[in-house]
């Protein structure tokens, strides 16, 4: 479970991209899930986990940015309080 707090989205010279704020609440995590685009992500606020194909990545702020690859499996755990991430994302248009 998560929510999106911002959302912005554009499409230019054969790309698709945007960027979000997405938060996780304390002691939840969101559902399981792939998509077609990179994203980069920044821990604003919080600390939690991600599982990336099975491996797992802490997320504390001031770390250096996460990025997720196409089609990778990801669900992010939050611990304590809140967990709040910038996250960038883009793919190209077919």
Do not use: C
């Amino acid at each position: 479970m998560s929510t999106v707090v911002a959302e912005t989205e554009f499409s230019a010279r054969a790309t698709t991209s945007g960027s979000m704020i997405f938060a996780v609440p304390p002691n939840a995590s969101t559902g399981g899930h792939s998509h077609p685009s990179r994203e980069l992500w920044i821990v604003r606020a919080g600390t939690g986990h991600v599982l990336i194909d099975g491996i797992r990545y802490d997320l504390v702020p001031s770390e250096v940015p996460l990025v997720i690859t196409p089609d990778a499996h990801h669900r992010v755990f939050a611990d304590a309080e809140e967990l709040v991430i910038l996250s960038f994302w883009w793919k190209d248009q077919k």
